[in-house]
């Protein structure tokens, strides 16, 4: 899942890459990635923040700032970003999702920070139940939601911590340089 995101700001000419088989991934509430971007971003997909596209679908890709070549820049393996705060959700179309390679964005935009990368966050109601045959349907109902809650809140303590950014992706963000695409478009 990832359980919080925060959004944060991208700046034109950023580097960052996709992250390899995000698949598994389990969604926030539910939400197509591309949802959660809108929710908590407050912005309205149109163009692929890669290719510039504004017609393909958009979905939300998960990714990982800079080349991967300084001391500090994430690595694009889903094993090794399991439960960690490296990956981000930004709007890329479904065919630049599926691409490897170092991109630059070709647009100032928000990403939104994902926390605890890959860790489900739905408390399998399913699972308690089979676990609990003694307990009657409003036994089971109560009992759900107060575990529920008990899950939130461990959920909360262990991931909430995680939520300031890495110094490295930090860094990243900081200091994006405009693409060369618009350098020579662009005085300064
Ligand atoms: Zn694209």
């Known amino acids: 899942m990832s359980v919080y995101g925060d959004a944060c700001d991208m700046k034109k000419g950023t580097v960052f890459r996709n992250v390899n088989d995000s ?41 990982v700032l800079g080349s991967g070549n300084s001391y500090g820049d994430a690595s694009t393996k889903t094993s090794s970003l399991f439960g960690g705060n490296r990956v981000f959700i930004a709007p890329i179309c479904s065919s630049c999702n599926g691409k490897a390679g170092i ?23 399913g699972k308690y139940s089979y676990a609990h045959p003694e307990l009657s349907l409003d036994e089971l109902r109560t009992a759900i939601a107060r575990e529920q809650v008990a899950y939130d809140g461990y959920l909360y303590q262990t991931y909430n911590k995680q939520r300031a950014l890495h110094g490295r992706d930090q860094q990243i963000l900081d200091m994006a340089v405009p693409s060369l695409a618009s350098v020579s478009s662009r005085r300064y």
């Open 23 to 63: 698949t598994g991934d389990p969604p926030i509430n539910g939400w197509g990635w591309i949802e959660l971007w809108e929710n908590k971003t407050g912005l309205k997909r149109g163009k692929c923040c890669v290719c510039g596209d504004d017609t393909a679908l958009m979905v939300g890709g998960h990714i």
């Open 103 to 125: 991109f630059r964005s070709v647009f100032s935009t928000r990403i939104v920070h994902l926390c605890g990368y890959g860790v489900d966050s739905r408390f399998d109601e």
